[in-house]
Antibody, heavy 116, light 115 residues
Framework: EVQLVESGGGLVQPGGSLRLSCAVSGFSFSSYSMNWVRQAPGKGLEWVSHISSSSTTIYYADSVKGRFTISRDNAKNSLYLQMNSLRDEDTAVYYC?????????WGQGTLVTVSS | QAVLTQPSSLSASPGASASLTCTLRSGINVGTYRIYWYQQKPGSPPQYLLRYNSDSDKQQGSGVPSRFSGSKDASANAGILLISGLQSEDEADYYCMIWHNSAGVFGGGTKLTVL
């Protein structure tokens, strides 16, 4: 069974940092590109970042470029999102999602709240 | 102007069909994009429904009923998700997505009410 489990969310002050993790199982992680997608409370989906299977290709949304860093460890079957200089508007549930064309499997998400 | 525009809400009756549109911004030609559709129910993550580019380039998500299908309206520069034989369980938010300029872009979503 394919599983994606996000962790690392929580409450952080504006300007602070947080590192999200996504542990996967049930498929060959190293064969798939991965993404982070977020959803602010009561709002729609916003794509955040994409990383190719071998980490050679990385894309970011303009809203997070220069502040967030996506990475992966294929030996640990894990995806990461380092979030720095957090802002109120980064408050959202963050989902990791497998693939890209399409995003065919999603985790349950982890909530990040940026507030003083 | 947003890259992808979806009507915020749509209502339809059980057993009827619902056509959800995803309009691309002027200057972005729907003919050159694969349109991805996702369904999200309250409290749950999104689920992939299908991909549509043309009748020869389309994909149904795993386990997704054939009641869900995709198409394009070139004259309206829009992708369309058609749901036939509506059931109460189809009540959800629906999002379209494309990859544009090396970035994923979602539409704002359509809340489908089945009543």
């Amino acid at each position: 069974e394919v599983q994606l489990v996000e962790s690392g969310g929580g409450l952080v002050q504006p300007g602070g940092s947080l590192r999200l993790s996504c542990a996967v199982s049930g498929f060959s992680f190293s064969s798939y590109s991965m993404n982070w997608v977020r959803q602010a409370p009561g709002k729609g989906l916003e794509w955040v970042s994409h990383i190719s299977s071998s980490s050679t290709t990385i894309y970011y949304a303009d809203s997070v470029k220069g502040r967030f860093t996506i990475s992966r460890d294929n030996a640990k079957n894990s995806l990461y999102l380092q979030m720095n200089s957090l802002r109120d508007e980064d408050t959202a549930v963050y989902y990791c999602a497998r693939g890209g064309y399409p995003l065919d499997c999603w985790g349950q998400g982890t909530l990040v709240t940026v507030s003083s | 102007q947003a890259v992808l525009t979806q009507p915020s809400s749509l209502s339809a009756s059980p057993g009827a069909s619902a056509s959800l549109t995803c309009t691309l911004r002027s200057g972005i030609n729907v003919g050159t994009y694969r349109i991805y559709w996702y369904q999200q129910k309250p409290g749950s993550p999104p689920q992939y429904l299908l991909r549509y580019n043309s009748d020869s380039d389309k994909q149904q998500g795993s386990g997704v009923p054939s009641r869900f299908s995709g198409s394009k309206d070139a004259s309206a520069n829009a992708g369309i998700l058609l749901i036939s034989g509506l059931q109460s369980e189809d009540e959800a938010d629906y999002y379209c997505m494309i990859w544009h300029n090396s970035a994923g872009v979602f539409g704002g979503g359509t809340k489908l009410t089945v009543l």
